[in-house]
T-cell receptor, first 110, second 117 residues
Framework: SQKIEQNSEALNIQEGKTATLTCNYTNYSPAYLQWYRQDPGRGPVFLLLIRENEKEKRKERLKVTFDTTLKQSLFHITASQPADSATYLCALPLSYKLIFGSGTRLLVRP | DADVTQTPRNRITKTGKRIMLECSQTKGHDRMYWYRQDPGLGLRLIYYSFDVKDINKGEISDGYSVSRQAQAKFSLSLESAIPNQTALYFC????????????????FGPGTRLTVL
């Protein structure tokens, strides 16, 4: 069955550094992949979408890559700020629905 | 005003009680979803609806039922609540624009924190 894996351990980095989060998937060839941000006690908020024919997508300080051979997406936040602290979820389409990873918590220290 | 609203935001109830969680949206989207979120387990789909006459079970529908009263309203019911249904519940919407190349970008409500004692 299809599986999505995100690092369950929190990523703790210093302000100003680049944060890199990983999303791996198996038994699957998605047409696109999405990234969401979730703050504690709140609903996820859509950030970026990258399609299978795109290698990289950028939005302000965010960059997403999609390697369909490795079955992996990397999510980068450059010049990270404490306000970037949140949980980041990846999501992939399956049969007209989205399947979400369990998310990785990012902590940015001032 | 928020595009996707959920009521109540918090609810504490007892085992065996019937509970209804409500979701309304002003985005004009056809598709609506109910998820539950538990620590370490991520978001799991309970039910989804692609239009008013279409209701589908998700991966964890046992113990839950839904009603799509209108395009804008989708409610989730727990007929007889049990403690392991204690969780954070989210409603979400997406539209069907884009055809075959479209994507199901989802817009979430603020969530309902449900505690079953």
């Amino acid at each position: 069955s299809q599986k999505i894996e995100q690092n369950s351990e929190a990523l703790n980095i210093q302000e100003g550094k680049t944060a890199t989060l990983t999303c791996n998937y198996t038994n699957y060839s998605p047409a696109y992949l999405q990234w969401y941000r979730q703050d504690p006690g709140r609903g996820p908020v859509f950030l970026l979408l990258i399609r299978e024919n795109e290698k990289e997508k950028r939005k302000e300080r965010l960059k997403v890559t999609f390697d369909t051979t490795l079955k992996q997406s990397l999510f980068h936040i450059t010049a990270s700020q404490p306000a970037d602290s949140a949980t980041y979820l990846c999501a992939l389409p399956l049969s007209y629905k989205l399947i979400f990873g369990s998310g990785t918590r990012l902590l940015v220290r001032p | 005003d928020a595009d996707v609203t959920q009521t109540p935001r918090n609810r504490i109830t007892k085992t065996g009680k019937r509970i209804m969680l409500e979701c309304s949206q002003t985005k004009g989207h056809d598709r609506m979803y109910w998820y539950r979120q538990d620590p370490g387990l991520g978001l799991r789909l309970i039910y989804y609806s692609f239009d008013v006459k279409d209701i589908n079970k998700g991966e964890i529908s046992d113990g839950y039922s839904v009603s799509r009263q209108a395009q804008a309203k989708f409610s989730l019911s727990l007929e007889s609540a049990i403690p392991n249904q204690t969780a954070l519940y989210f409603c979400a919407t997406s539209d069907t624009s884009g055809g075959a190349s479209g994507t199901d970008t989802q817009y979430f409500g603020p969530g309902t924190r449900l505690t079953v004692l």
